[in-house]
T-cell receptor, first 114, second 117 residues
């Protein structure tokens, strides 16, 4: 079946630094990738939609300059949290969509900013 | 706009009991997809089922069954003879079928299921 690899699984960083999260479709080409954020004991909220080779579409209230998304190829999308602050601590999860595979979610990244 | 409501925040059952998780959705589209995902404490999302809006046939997979009723906009999930390993947060989700293909998935708030041994 379709597999989406998300790295790192968890990361701790200092306040003010930037963190990059990778989402990679291993055995299919992902025309679209979605990035979600989940606060503790809450649901998944869509942050942005990225299509290969074009700018990401951000949901209302999501700062595009803070959450940089790059979808450089059909198998890789990255989310960079710039100048991270403790309030950015959350669980980030990506979803990749292929023509034949539907939605496949990565295993998530738990970000802790100290 | 699409919306998914899971009214049950937390449910506790004793092992071997049956349990039904409710899901009600709202959408203006005639073509859409409904999903159920399981999220264990480790955090990853485990895909359980996808159903398109034209297929109202109920589905059974082992101890899991799903009841899709368009008339009430519900897509309920039943676990028969629950086990401790079923303890997790369960999310119901909806995706509308846009002209460009797959659209974003909107998640409900989740139901935390605790199965007590």
């Amino acid at each position: 079946g379709a597999v989406v690899s998300q790295h790192p699984s968890w990361v701790i960083c200092k306040s003010g630094t930037s963190v990059k999260i990778e989402c990679r479709s291993l055995d299919f080409q992902a025309t679209t990738m979605f990035w979600y954020r989940q606060f503790p004991k809450q649901s998944l909220m869509l942050m942005a939609t990225s299509n290969e080779g074009s700018k990401a579409t951000y949901e209302q209230g999501v700062e595009k300059d803070k959450f940089l998304i790059n979808h450089a190829s059909l198998t890789l999308s990255t989310l960079t949290v710039t100048s991270a602050h403790p309030e950015d601590s959350s669980f980030y999860i990506c979803s990749a969509v292929g023509l034949e595979n539907g939605y496949t979610f990565g295993s998530g990244t738990r970000l802790t900013v100290v | 706009a699409q919306k998914v409501t899971q009214a049950q925040t937390e449910i506790s059952v004793v092992e071997k009991e049956d349990v039904t998780l409710d899901c009600v959705y709202e959408t203006r589209d005639t073509t859409y997809y409904l999903f159920w995902y399981k999220q264990p404490p480790s955090g990853e999302l485990v895909f359980l089922i996808r159903r398109n809006s034209f297929d109202e046939q109920n589905e059974i997979s082992g101890r899991y069954s799903w009841n899709f009723q368009k008339s009430t906009s519900s897509f309920n999930f039943t676990i028969t003879a629950s086990q401790v390993v079923d303890s997790a947060v369960y999310f119901c989700a909806l995706s509308e079928d846009g002209s460009g293909g797959y659209q974003k998935v909107t998640f409900g708030t989740g139901t935390k299921l605790q199965v007590i041994p």
